[in-house]
C-alpha cells in the first residue's frame, strides 16, 4: 500500500518563503520512482509544479524556476519543496505524486500515486 503524506503548508505574505514535506510508506520509491509536485487552484487545472527523477535530476514549471527547489532525502523517504519569495499566485493545494518510471520531467510526469494535499496560501 502506497501512501503520500504532505504536511508543511500554511499561510505567508508575498516574499516569504515556506517548505512542504512528503513522507512516504515505500522506501524504494525514493530509489526507483520519479517524484513531483504539483497544485491546483480553486477554478485551474491542477500543473506540475517541480519534477526530480530517480538519478536526482530536476526539473520546473518556468513560473516557479528560480524560486524553488525541489529535494528529496533517501534516508528519511521524504520529498521536500522549498519555496521561497512567493506570491499570491502561488496560492494553492499542493500535492505531492510519484510516477514509477524514474527518467520523468515536469513535461512528462504522469503520476501513478498522489498525496491527499496540504494548501499553501499567500497573501499580498
Known amino acids: 500500500q502506497v501512501q503520500l503524506v504532505e504536511s508543511g503548508g500554511g499561510s505567508v505574505q508575498a516574499g516569504g518563503s515556506l517548505r512542504v514535506s512528503c513522507a512516504t510508506s515505500g522506501g524504494y520509491m525514493y530509489r526507483w520512482y520519479s517524484l513531483g509536485w504539483f497544485r491546483q487552484a480553486p477554478g485551474k487545472e491542477r500543473e506540475g509544479v517541480a519534477v526530480i527523477d530517480s538519478d536526482g535530476i530536476t526539473s520546473y514549471a518556468d513560473s516557479v524556476k528560480g524560486r524553488f527547489t525541489i529535494s528529496k532525502d533517501n534516508a528519511k523517504n521524504t520529498l521536500y519543496l522549498q519555496m521561497n519569495s512567493l506570491k499570491p499566485e502561488d496560492s494553492a493545494m499542493y500535492y505531492c505524486?510519484?510516477?514509477?518510471?524514474?527518467?520523468?520531467?515536469?513535461?512528462?510526469?504522469?503520476?501513478?500515486?498522489w498525496g491527499q494535499g496540504t494548501q499553501v496560501t499567500v497573501s499580498s
Open positions: 505524486a510519484a510516477d514509477q518510471r524514474g527518467w520523468a520531467r515536469i513535461a512528462t510526469m504522469t503520476p501513478d500515486y
